[in-house]
């Protein structure tokens, strides 16, 4: 049986056909405005069934906020993504969802709630842009938590390169489970 996520798969593997062959992944300003990694994960914006799918390729689901016009989201797309270090550590680990802080798309949140971007956004008490979201991979009672205790580690605002590597380096090494991310900071 064909499901809608191996649909929605195939026609993204098919619109990017045409561009095989870069070697690189490069960001493109699309028609909402912000800039997308073309391996950012292509959702039908059911969060619980994103993380199921993160964690059934052993990675962790991250969701970027952004907003039309902002440059420190450009900045992130262009400078921390364009470099080869950093694209392939993410890319190899996390699946990135792009939600618009403002945005009118209807999400659905591990809960059940159907809201907008921006709604949500509200909802987990998103203020900035870009913002990171990284959340729990333990899917089964998220949505009975409150939703910033979805959540295992918060980036808002623009990192430097080597803060926001350290970042994710941070969730994918579990170390919140150890300490603060200043702690894993001097540790490293």
């Given amino acids: 049986m064909l499901s809608r996520r191996l649909l929605v798969a ?15 992944a490069e960001a493109v300003l699309t028609e909402e405005g912000l800039y997308r990694q073309s391996w950012f994960l292509d959702s039908l914006l059911e969060l619980a069934d994103d993380l199921q799918l993160a964690n059934e390729k052993r990675k962790r689901l991250a969701i970027m906020w952004e907003l039309r016009g902002c440059p420190y989201c450009k900045e992130t797309h262009l400078v921390n993504f364009g470099k080869p270090e950093i694209e392939a550590f993410v890319k190899e680990r996390f699946e990135i969802l792009q939600l618009n802080i403002i945005g009118s798309r209807e999400v659905v ?5 159907k809201l907008s971007e921006k709604r949500l956004a509200e909802k987990y008490g998103i203020r900035f ?9 333990r899917g089964e009672d998220l ?26 380096r941070y969730v994918s090494e579990r170390a919140y489970e150890r300490g603060n991310l200043r702690d894993f900071l001097k540790a490293s």
């Avoid at 949140?109 to 709630?113: A, I, P, Q, T, V």
């Avoid at 842009?129 to 991979?137: E, G, I, R, V």
């Avoid at 979805?150 to 803060?163: D, F, S, T």
């Fill in 10 to 24: 195939g026609l993204a593997v098919s619109a990017l056909a045409g561009r095989a062959g870069s070697a690189s």
């Fill in 109 to 113: 949140d591990f809960d059940g709630e």
């Fill in 129 to 137: 842009t870009p913002t990171f979201q990284f959340l729990s991979d």
């Fill in 143 to 168: 949505g009975k938590k409150k939703p910033r205790d979805r959540e295992v580690a918060r980036a808002q605002g623009y990192l430097e390169p080597k803060a926001f590597l350290a970042m994710f």
